[in-house]
């Protein structure tokens, strides 16, 4: 499993629509092949920072959502919207995931 974490701060001025831009790519990419979770948060302490938590089951599925069609339209829409952002990839440890059905672990 593949995990995205990609932290963002906005403009003051663009702060209401960076969130309802967020919030309607995390319904769209959700629908991805293979996506297994893409959530927006929005820091309590500072309105202008975001973090989206984005997980994929594998590579393909990382490919997937990149070849979405709304993924190049959504980042140059958004990339004015913002003062800064910083994207990381994760990879799970084994056993470290567990899914809605819990599985045997191997030993």
């Given at each position: 499993?593949?995990?995205?974490?990609?932290?963002?701060?906005?403009?003051?001025?663009?702060?209401?629509?960076?969130?309802?831009?967020?919030?309607?790519?995390?319904?769209?990419?959700?629908?991805?092949?293979?996506?297994?979770?893409?959530?927006?948060?929005?820091?309590?302490?500072?309105?202008?920072?975001?973090?989206?938590?984005?997980?994929?089951?594998?590579?393909?599925?990382k490919a997937v959502h990149e070849a979405n069609p709304y993924f190049k339209e959504h980042n140059a829409?958004?990339?004015?919207?913002?003062?800064?952002?910083?994207?990381?990839?994760?990879r799970s440890l084994e056993g470290g995931y567990v899914?809605?059905?819990?599985?045997?672990?191997?030993?």
């Amino acid at each position: 499993m593949l995990t995205i974490h990609c932290t963002l701060r906005a403009r003051p001025e663009n702060t209401a629509d960076l969130s309802a831009r967020l919030a309607i790519a995390s319904q769209t990419y959700m629908r991805d092949a293979g996506t297994l979770s893409w959530t927006v948060h929005q820091s309590t302490s500072d309105l202008t920072a975001f973090m989206i938590v984005e997980m994929f089951a594998d590579e393909a599925a990382k490919a997937v959502h990149e070849a979405n069609p709304y993924f190049k339209e959504h980042n140059a829409i958004v990339k004015p919207w913002l003062v800064g952002f910083e994207v990381s990839l994760w990879r799970s440890l084994e056993g470290g995931y567990v899914p809605v059905e819990p599985v045997e672990l191997k030993k």
